[in-house]
């Protein structure tokens, strides 16, 4: 076959003449009905529109000639002709869509099984910012699986299971155990004996079948070296709701699961649950800042969709486990929770440097440690390490 333009490398793993494959269960959503199932994300039959899927981000691929490849499956593809999805491709550097590809209920061959689309593009410059996305017009049920970027000239798509799955995504160090050599903090379960041994103070909260559950003003303070040069995460396990969703901002409604915050400067890591005011309601949010107001002086604020997309929803959260990551690289976060991945947020600035840290878990920083914004849940286990 010949080639055309600079040859494409592929990511690690993938096969020839593939340049990503997405998960779209693990692509965050706007549409507030979005939920994991089967392999994928779905909305049932509604007439409420909005994002099934958008991400990555991605930059570095070749101004040349590509291919964006969508497997979805619909529940009905006979009863009319109506507009159903939008795919398309949007560059955020230049702030325009550079392809896009409108599908009707009769685009679909079949129901009950997945289907392949296609459109053309070509990436405008090596600034390009890629984001995929799949919006939802209404008016079924779909559920998409996968998103495959191909270099048409160097591999070909035929049929949805010529795209195999494929996880390029950062995941936690693979250990046998809880704890390795990456961590900087790890609290494996939460005994009394196993916040002795990591030197964590217990402002408030009770012990009981190893898990932790702080009172209103409580929680855990641990003090660490925190080198924020370094790419890493913070990584917990919860059972049970995160409670008083509808309370205001100073009566317990806003909580913070966990905070870091810089001893002796403005460094600020907090993963906050806001009050039933806060844009409507039910939003977690996650604040990154090296400066001493983050309003005036600017930040990286991260904030979910009142009903998150992947196992976990902010209204019926039972007592089932649920495992929370917050990566951060530098000035950028990013926020999963079970299976929702979040885009990425920046601040307006470099973060680095060594920093002796606070690490709170289950409330905010100390000066706040009176104002009842503990999170009242229980705590499984809890660590903060890096990913090299």
Sequence with gaps: MTSHGPQVRPRSGLPE?????????????????????????????????GFLCFGQYKKGYPTIPLKAFFTILIDDNFSDDRNILILDVYDHHSDRVIGKRLITRKDFPHTGEFSLFEFDFTPPGPDANME???????WAYVLADKIAIVDPARASVQRPSDIPRFHHVHQLPKQQAYCSGHDELCIPS????????????????N?????????????????????TSRRYYVAFDLEGNIPNQYLGDLNGGKVFPF??????????????????????????????????????????????????????TMRHWGEERHH???????????LRIDDFVSKWAQAPYPIGGQRQVHVVLGNREPRYYGAGQAALTQFVRFKVGYFD
């Design 259 to 312: 905070t870091i915050h810089d001893i002796d400067g403005n460094y600020c890591l907090s993963f906050q649950r806001m009050y039933s005011t806060y844009r409507g309601g039910s939003r977690f949010r996650v604040l990154l800042s090296d400066r001493p107001d983050p309003v005036e002086d600017g930040a990286a604020w991260l904030v979910t969709s009142p009903d998150i997309s992947g196992d976990y």
């Design 190 to 205: 939460m005994a009394r004996e196993q916040i002795a041994k990591a030197r964590g103070k217990v402002i408030g909260g």
């Design 207 to 227: 012990f009981q079948n190893d898990r932790f559950t702080p009172t209103p003003n409580g929680g855990i303070e641990f003090t660490l070296s925190l080198d």
């Design 324 to 334: 929370i990551e917050i990566h951060v690289h530098g000035r950028r976060c990013q």
């Design 132 to 138: 995929f996305r799949i919006f939802y017009m209404g």
């Design 17 to 49: 003449g593939f340049l990503d494959i997405f998960h779209v269960a693990q692509l965050p959503s706007t549409h507030p009905e979005a939920f994991i199932n089967r392999s994928g994300k779905a909305i049932r039959r509604t007439q409420q529109q």
